[in-house]
C-alpha cells in the first residue's frame, strides 16, 4: 500500500501560482511513476501531469504545458505540482496518484492504483 496526502490547495486570483505537494507513505515510494489529476464539478477526472521513477521524463496535458512543472524528491517522498499563470478554468480538485508498477500508461485515471484525498484549488476570475 502507498498512502498519499496532498497540501497547498487554495484560493488564488487569475494569474497567480499555487505549489501543491503529496508526501507518500508505505510502499518504496522511488519505485513509483507520479501523476497529477483534476477533477471539476460535473467533469470527468481527467490528467494534469505525470512523472517518472527519476524524475527524467515528464508528461502534461496540453491545456498545462508551459503552466505547471511536475517535480519530485524521492529522499522526502514527495512529488509537487508547481502552478503558473493559473486560469478560472483551473478550479477543480487536484489529486496525487501513484501510478502501477505494471501498467504502462500515463494519461489513464486506471492507470493509477493509489490516490490521495484531494486539495481544492479555486481560481477566481
Known amino acids: 500500500q502507498v498512502q498519499l496526502v496532498e497540501s497547498g490547495g487554495g484560493l488564488v486570483q487569475a494569474g497567480g501560482s499555487l505549489r501543491l505537494s503529496c508526501v507518500a507513505s508505505g510502499r518504496t515510494f522511488s519505485n513509483y511513476p507520479m501523476g497529477w489529476f483534476r477533477q471539476a464539478p460535473g467533469k470527468e477526472r481527467e490528467f494534469v501531469a505525470a512523472i517518472t521513477t527519476s524524475g527524467s521524463r515528464t508528461y502534461y496535458a496540453d491545456s498545462v504545458k508551459g503552466r505547471f512543472t511536475i517535480s519530485r524528491d524521492n529522499a522526502k517522498n514527495m512529488v509537487d505540482l508547481q502552478m503558473n499563470s493559473l486560469k478560472p478554468e483551473d478550479t477543480a480538485v487536484y489529486y496525487c496518484?501513484?501510478?502501477?508498477?505494471?501498467?504502462?500508461?500515463?494519461?489513464?485515471?486506471?492507470?493509477?492504483?493509489?490516490w490521495g484525498q484531494g486539495t481544492q484549488v479555486t481560481v477566481s476570475s
Open positions: 496518484a501513484a501510478r502501477g508498477l505494471y501498467s504502462s500508461g500515463w494519461y489513464g485515471s486506471d492507470d493509477y492504483h493509489y
